[in-house]
């Protein structure tokens, strides 16, 4: 796989639908590896065969089931980003995505970061869900350090990683649960910084 190649997907039926909905449901409740091909088939009401046929291989489903769920997420980011009319400043912008994430995790993740979580159990850049893994938290980075360049040009990589830190760590504590939160308590950390240009 190239570089800038993503990891294969296919085109998806009905059924591949509803069984990538209860596999994503299963994987983010149950982990991973303790979901098998059979009880994804039975809560999505088809065949193995089927599953097999759409997808190949359970690793298929994991890439799809993530890549879903990375595309989801960068379009309910984008809708928060892109606001018809006016350009929100940068500074703005970086608490905007901080909003998005405490709203996708209110939602969508009880129980932390499912990229976070999937690569607690995919740690071999050779499985095939791996490269969804490292470039969604790579695209976040990307996005953090383009907000830090337009805050502070000369200190865009180390604000970007500061903020990335900061959304990242609150991510997890989300997912612990040891306190009460802790996106909103990174947001104003990030207000903190973005305030002073990253110094």
Not at 9 to 23: F, G, H, S, V
Not at 93 to 116: N, P
Not at 133 to 144: E, R
Request: aromatic content about 6%; proline content about 5%; overall charge negative.
């Amino acid at each position: 796989m190239g570089e800038n190649e993503g990891p294969r997907r296919i085109a998806l039926t009905p059924a591949a639908r509803r069984a990538l909905e209860a596999a994503g449901r299963l994987f983010y409740e149950r982990g991973i590896h303790a979901v098998g091909v059979d009880l994804i088939a039975a809560e999505a009401g088809v065949t193995k065969k089927t599953l097999y046929d759409r997808f190949g291989s359970k690793e298929q489903i994991v890439v799809e089931y993530l890549a879903d769920r990375d595309e989801r997420w960068r379009a309910f980011l984008a809708e928060r980003l892109d606001v018809p009319d006016r350009e929100l400043p940068a500074r703005e912008r970086v608490l905007a995505v901080f909003d998005a994430s405490r709203a996708w995790a209110l939602e969508h993740s009880s129980k932390g970061c499912s990229m976070v979580n999937a690569h607690a159990e995919i740690s071999d850049p050779a499985h095939p869900a791996y490269p969804v893994i490292a470039g969604q938290k790579q695209w976040m980075l990307g996005l953090f350090t383009g907000l830090g360049a337009e805050i502070a040009p000369d200190r865009a990589e180390h604000l970007g990683r500061t903020l990335m830190l900061l959304h990242e760590g609150a991510l997890v504590a989300h997912g612990l649960g040891i306190f009460d939160d802790p996106i909103g308590h990174a947001r104003e950390e990030a207000r903190a910084l973005v305030s002073t240009g990253g110094v």
